[in-house]
């Protein structure tokens, strides 16, 4: 095997090295560790922030960014509850999972259309629909949790198909849906062409300024459906749900080897990094690390793999 072909096979499946490596060492140094269960586990916690790390994907391969995500969740779970509370009607349940998922798509549409027509960066356009919606959520609840136990709603949290749970089948399904439409799809071309060469884009006739605000509003619906499956999950809707999870849903991304830069990326690989970012978080629970150091453990993950892109880039050019 040549240096080039052990180059490129490191570059396009070192992640997954990684991965098997943490797992391995973590359960050589937690008893227990080493089981299905504790795979279930990882995958059903990653399947709620991994839900928005897809949508993040499309996103970033844009250009662009999302830090609203996370409190599009807090907001839509206690749509959600507020919908099936009192009642057990699957009509309610199914309500409240359109519901979330329309509310979402039409903050995903704000998001993208200040960024694609307004022309606000989107940092800053999703950090003020961040505050935005996290304020909402307080409002529209009262700063109260609100009861979301209604059997029909709670079904796919609770239910179980051959070993496999509900939210670990929905997020397979996203995943493999997610992934023909990114790499097989005419608009999943796009958004590699928009994030790929914006001008070059515009030149070959391509609607830059749908796409984007397709890839937000495809973004925000990923938040809206994991919010409301997070309040099927925990039997409420709760105003402080969804900290942080932008963040998580960021670092999934990009160590999975999306760029931020723009035009590089692919759905199996986000999920290599959600992965990475579950295993983390289970491994320092069960060590009995501390919460706060495990922020700034994570922090500096982020920072690594944002490093180890630029320098990627750097050698390109």
């Given at each position: 095997m040549s240096n080039l072909t052990l180059k490129k096979m490191i570059n396009s499946y070192g992640m997954v090295l990684i991965l098997i490596l943490l797992f391995l060492s973590l359960s050589a140094s937690i008893d227990g560790f080493f089981s299905a269960r504790t795979v279930w586990s990882i995958i059903e916690q990653v399947s709620m922030f991994g839900i928005i790390a897809i949508g993040v994907t499309f996103i970033i391969i844009t250009t662009g960014i999302d830090l609203s995500s996370g409190s599009v969740v807090a907001l839509t779970a206690v749509v959600s509850a507020s919908i099936v509370t009192g009642g057990d009607s699957v009509s309610a349940a199914l309500v409240a999972f359109g519901a979330s998922i329309v509310i979402g798509a039409a903050l995903?549409?704000?998001?993208?259309?200040?960024?694609?027509i307004g022309s606000i960066p989107?940092?800053?356009a999703t950090l003020g629909m961040m505050i935005i919606a996290r304020g909402a959520a307080?409002?529209?609840?009262d700063g109260r949790p609100i009861d979301a136990s209604s059997e029909a709603f709670t079904w796919i949290a609770d239910v179980n198909f051959f070993g496999l749970p509900g939210l670990v089948?929905?997020?397979?399904?996203?995943?493999?849906?997610?992934?023909?439409?990114l790499s097989r799809s005419t608009f999943g071309r796009h958004v590699y062409a928009v994030g790929g060469n914006l001008n070059a884009a515009?030149?070959?006739g391509i609607n830059t300024t749908k796409t984007l605000i397709w890839v937000y509003v495809l973004g925000g619906a990923l938040s809206g459906l994991a919010g409301?499956?997070?309040a099927s999950r925990t039997y409420a809707g709760n105003p402080s749900y969804g900290l942080s999870w932008e963040l998580d849903a960021i670092a999934a991304a990009v160590i999975g080897g999306v760029s931020l830069s723009g035009g590089l990326g692919t759905?199996?690989?986000?999920?290599?990094?959600?992965l990475i970012i579950g295993?983390?978080?289970?491994?320092?629970?069960?060590l009995g690390v501390d919460p706060y150091w495990q922020q700034i453990i994570k922090g500096s993950i982020i920072i690594v793999a944002v490093l180890l892109d630029t320098l990627k880039r750097r050698k390109k050019s």
């Open positions: 995903g549409a704000v998001n993208g259309g200040l960024t694609a989107p940092f800053i307080q409002l529209y609840s089948l929905l997020y397979i399904i996203i995943v493999i849906g997610s992934h023909i439409l515009k030149i070959c409301a499956l997070l759905i199996p690989m986000c999920v290599i990094g959600a295993t983390t978080n289970k491994g320092l629970n069960m």
